[in-house]
């Protein structure tokens, strides 16, 4: 285009100092002419990389999923092929859920012999509640025994100290107010031994051993839960719409969680387009601007698009505190990358694709058809195929 512009103008040099000769050809003219080109060119091109910034570096990115399973098992199917439309929920590869099915099993198995156990120990509850009644009812009747046996101590040993009793009636009534005595005490920790264990309860009204059996079958329902989990996870879906690339599994591998080892890659249909300019090009980029970008892999098409955002944080420029930051595609150093949205929403673009393209701010309007004008030369330039073979 600047050569079009300078062909143009010396045409009309040529004709206003050669041809016709309107004005005198000499150094002043000669001095004037040379410069104003210059000078113009110069002043069009400041403002026209302000107005309407270019960038040669257009790219189409994808987002890529490293596909790694969630448990370790052997692999028994795998129905996808390379580089094949993938829909979202479609089975990637299964691994053999025998193993996992004999845990959930075993983990249900567990469940209910917990919940026999819940059974025996409400059952066993129940047992000391009555027990503490019989106790009780015990520790009262050989109480009043105990009182009737003092009584009688008492008055054998009045009528033996008279000489009215027999020493012999009151060994019997000591002895068995000791046997009594002694009755008293053994129902009094059998007591204090039931009523610990009937009193002995949760918040939930509970007693120890029914607690404890019920946590544990929390516990085991967890478990059962864990496995049923991994279960599920012997089946691996496809997260997105898109294709797998890199794939390296093949029925009978151990395909093993570790993420360090994906097994395959799911590259996702959805992209990013991306134009990546000097931070003081792309300065002025607004979101809902026009902008145009022309791809080699469609020579000579002008593709219209519209800015989406301007990525003002990439990873060179953030502290990363957690993570590191956005780092999209490797931008050079002191870049910026702005997203552009293609008008035509079903126009296909290969993941990786390369050209360039502009951005047309609300700077400078009046010149941004020079702007236009370049891309669509450069675009027609697609079309040659350099190649001596």
């Known amino acids: 285009m600047d050569l079009l512009i300078l062909l143009v103008y010396s045409f009309f040099v040529w004709l206003i100092f050669i041809k016709f000769k309107w004005l005198p050809w000499n150094i002043t003219s000669q001095v004037i002419v040379v410069t104003l080109p210059i000078i113009g060119l110069a002043v069009m091109i400041l ?49 053999d859920p025998v193993p996992f099915r004999l845990k959930v099993d075993a983990a249900r198995a567990n469940i209910q012999q917990l919940r026999a156990k819940l059974i025996g120990s409400r059952t066993n509850q129940r047992t000391y509640e009555e027990q ?99 279960l599920e996870q012997t089946t691996v879906y496809a997260p997105n719409d898109g294709v797998v690339v890199n794939l390296q599994l093949r029925a009978g591998q151990v395909a093993a969680a570790l993420p360090m080892a994906p097994v395959m890659t799911f590259v996702e249909n959805e992209q990013w387009v991306v134009a990546v300019f000097g931070q003081n090009e792309g300065r002025k980029g607004q979101p809902g601007q026009e902008a145009e970008i022309a791809l080699r892999m469609y020579p000579g098409r002008i593709i219209k698009c519209k800015v989406d955002s301007v990525v003002w944080a990439t990873a060179g420029g953030v502290v990363p505190v957690v993570g590191p930051g956005p780092n999209i595609g490797g931008l050079p150093p002191g870049a910026l990358a702005v997203r552009l949205f293609p008008d035509d929403k079903d126009l296909f673009i290969a993941a990786g694709a390369r050209g360039f393209g502009a951005i047309y701010t609300d700077y400078a309007t009046m010149i941004h058809i020079l702007r236009k004008v370049f891309m669509r030369v450069s675009a027609k330039l697609d079309w040659l195929i350099l190649k001596l073979h």
């Open 132 to 230: 503490l009644k019989e106790i009780t009812s015990k520790k009262a009747i050989v109480s009043a025994k105990l009182d009737l046996a003092r009584l009688r101590v008492k008055q054998y040993g009045d009528l033996a100290s008279t000489g009215a009793g027999t020493r012999f009636d009151l060994e019997q009534a000591q002895s068995e107010l000791a046997q009594l005595t002694d009755d008293l005490a053994s129902l009094a920790a059998s007591e204090a031994q039931a009523r610990l264990k009937t009193q002995s309860r949760t918040k939930e009204g509970d007693q120890d051993e029914v607690a404890r059996t019920k946590a544990e079958i929390a516990a085991a329902e967890a478990q059962l839960g864990d496995a049923q989990w991994e």
């Open 47 to 95: 403002m026209l990389n302000i107005g309407a910034p270019s960038s040669a570096d257009v790219r189409a990115i994808n987002f890529s999923v490293q596909i790694v399973p969630r448990v370790t098992g052997r692999v028994t199917e795998v129905p996808v092929e390379p580089n094949r439309p993938v829909k979202k929920g479609d089975v990637l590869f299964r691994i």
